[in-house]
């Protein structure tokens, strides 16, 4: 089973902050999902990313997978309370398999 | 994006009881389902995939007679937890893939 080394694990920081979350393998994924997960609720997704290089926006959202396929990043600019949340990365092993990465819980302080 | 329901969304019950999940995609067909589990402040780990009008495949280390899966239709899986004991406490998520996999918004199980 591949796998997906998530970090930090925990990152809590002040509004209007950036910051980035890392996904790293040392295995080549087809494809790689960003999520975000309330409590108590299912994760929803954000974003696939799928070629070497490619970069993606959502809002203050910049989503990069690496030009091997075996990393992805996730930069948050300017930081606010409602992106409080646990973010996952999940790489497509094949087989329409997903899995995931450890998760990274983002607490955003006012 | 498609839509994934689950249900119930809570669940109680006694140690030894058995459970079914059911898990609905209610806009399209899915051929695969996946069920996952995650323990508290633990991130998804993969069951099973459930295959429509086949066998279920579990990953390593789940008991396939604990935990039965059946893929009736193109829109319904279940998940029964069959003797279920405490430890099998956790939330269950499913997950439906169309473009991509859509996840149900999970079924928190508790046995006591």
């Known amino acids: 089973t591949q796998l997906l080394e998530q970090s930090p694990q925990f990152l809590s920081i002040q509004e209007g902050e950036n910051l980035t979350v890392y996904c790293n393998s040392s295995?080549?994924?087809?494809?790689l999902q960003w999520y975000r997960q309330e409590p108590g609720e299912g994760p929803v997704l954000l974003v696939t990313v799928v070629t070497g290089g490619e970069v993606k926006k959502l809002k203050r959202l910049t989503f990069q997978f690496g030009d091997a396929r075996k990393d992805s990043s996730l930069h948050i600019t300017a930081a606010q309370p409602g992106d409080t949340g646990l973010y996952l990365c999940a790489g497509d092993q094949g087989a329409q398999k997903l899995v995931f990465g450890q998760g990274t819980r983002l607490t955003i302080n006012p | 994006g498609a839509v994934v329901s689950q249900h119930p969304s809570r669940v109680i019950c006694k140690s030894g009881t058995s459970v079914k999940i059911e898990c609905r995609s209610l806009?399209?067909?899915?051929?695969?389902m996946f069920w996952y589990r995650q323990f508290p402040k633990q991130s998804l780990m993969l069951m099973a995939t459930?295959?429509?009008?086949?066998?279920?495949?579990?990953e390593q280390g789940v008991e396939k007679d604990k935990f039965l899966i059946n893929h009736a239709s193109l829109t319904l899986s279940t998940l029964t937890v069959t003797s279920a004991h405490p430890e099998d406490s956790s939330f269950y998520i499913c997950?439906?893939?169309?473009?991509?996999?859509?996840f149900g918004p999970g079924t928190r199980l508790t046995v006591l």
């Open positions: 459930s295959n429509e009008g086949s066998k279920a495949t579990y």
């Open positions: 997950s439906a893939r169309e473009d991509t996999q859509y």
């Open positions: 295995s080549v994924f087809s494809s």
């Open positions: 806009d399209f067909q899915a051929t695969t």
